[in-house]
T-cell receptor, first 115, second 109 residues
């Protein structure tokens, strides 16, 4: 699959579980993002990584822990989540700077349900 | 702080009717404005950006700095235009986008 690939597409977990969401892109982009999309709120930016360095943490609770081992891969580690964390988690990537910086390519998302 | 407002959660129009999806923003500097679209069961994707000044799928959007608006328009709606539309804003350069809450467009045959 080309573009931005997210796995798993669906995840159900209990509040005491630990799981991870994975995102990878082979577009040659250097910036990667996690967004949260829920029915009640707009697209919420969670984290931004640029050249593997975290450049933005949008006041996200510590139960969400991002990891970016290289420019092509991004993880979101989940632990002791709450039911209100149930949402669609979108990964996106973009060029690191210049005119293409804000042209985001999105993945299909990982639908998370916390029981 | 940057903010994007899309006042309509849902907009329903008949096929062939004109469409205008409203977007207003608050930002004191020179903004970059975008429209993203999400069709049913598809990924969120870029529709157009104001600096390109182009028409995509018949849609256009003009940045009005005086009214701080970036409304999306199409003269004749098609059924395949039914989707969720998000207006987004960024400061120039490498800064994350701020999205509006989105407007669901429903084109009725």
């Amino acid at each position: 699959e080309t573009g931005v690939t997210q796995t798993p597409r669906h995840l159900v977990m209990g509040m005491t579980n630990k799981k991870s969401l994975k995102c990878e892109q082979h577009l040659g982009h250097n910036a990667m993002y996690w967004y949260k999309q829920s029915a009640k709120k707009p697209l919420e930016l969670m984290f931004v990584y640029n050249f593997k360095e975290q450049t933005e943490n949008n006041s996200v609770p510590s139960r969400f822990s991002p990891e970016c081992p290289n420019s092509s891969h991004l993880f979101l580690h989940l632990h002791t989540l709450q039911p209100e964390d149930s949402a669609l988690y979108l990964c996106a990537s973009s060029q690191d700077a210049g005119a293409g910086a804000n042209v985001l390519t999105f993945g299909a998302g990982s639908r998370l349900t916390v029981l | 702080a940057q903010r994007v407002t899309q006042p309509e959660k849902l907009l329903s129009v008949f096929k062939g009717a004109p469409v205008e999806l409203k977007c207003n923003y608050s930002y004191s500097g020179s903004p970059e404005l975008f429209w993203y679209v999400q069709y049913s069961r598809q990924r969120l994707q870029l529709l157009l950006r104001h600096i390109s000044r182009e028409s995509i799928k018949g849609f256009t959007a003009d940045l009005n700095k005086g009214e701080t608006s970036f409304h999306l328009k199409k003269p004749f709606a098609q059924e395949e235009d039914s989707a969720m539309y998000y207006c987004a804003l960024a400061r120039s350069g490498n800064t994350p986008l701020v999205f509006g809450k989105g407007t669901r467009l429903s084109v009725i045959a």
